[in-house]
């Protein structure tokens, strides 16, 4: 007993489907980002010089838009990552590299602190690239 073709359209759909929601989930897992300086456990002092990198992924000024695979840099201090497909805050601890910047010079009170590095789209929202270091600064 075969199925008709109308059944059978509607199976292609939904193969078509669920492969164009996988891709989409996937897109955001796509190359990773990374602190090259400083590194995990590193005593600095402040200003804290920070170099940002990403592999298999555009790093671009948010005014390019949104797009799959670009995006800009957004370095959290004392704070957990954002959370994918939320948008990332603007405050004291949220900071932005909108014009594409891939260097940047923080200042941080002595002590201990965790900077997680993550990108958004055009639009701030926060993707699932992220790096997370523990660093102090003396």
Known sequence: MGIGKR????????AVLL???TAACASDAEGRVFFEEPRDEAVVVS???V??????????PASEGVGDGRGHFHIII?????????????DGEHLHFGGGQET??????PGE??????VADGSHTALDL?????????
């Not at 059944?7 to 939904?14: C, D, E, G, I, T």
């Not at 940047?104 to 009170?109: D, G, I, P, S, V």
């Not at 602190?113 to 993550?118: E, F, G, K, P, R």
């Open 47 to 49: 200003p804290v010089p």
């Open 51 to 60: 170099v940002m990198g990403a592999e298999g992924f555009i790093i671009e």
């Open 113 to 118: 602190h965790t900077l997680c590095l993550q």
């Open 130 to 138: 992220t790096d997370e270091i523990a660093i102090i600064v003396e």
């Open 104 to 109: 940047a010079l923080l200042e941080l009170e």
């Open 7 to 14: 059944s059978a359209a509607r199976y292609v759909f939904a």
């Open 19 to 21: 492969a164009m929601a």
């Open 78 to 90: 004392d704070r957990p990552c954002v959370q994918p497909r939320l948008t990332v805050g603007a």
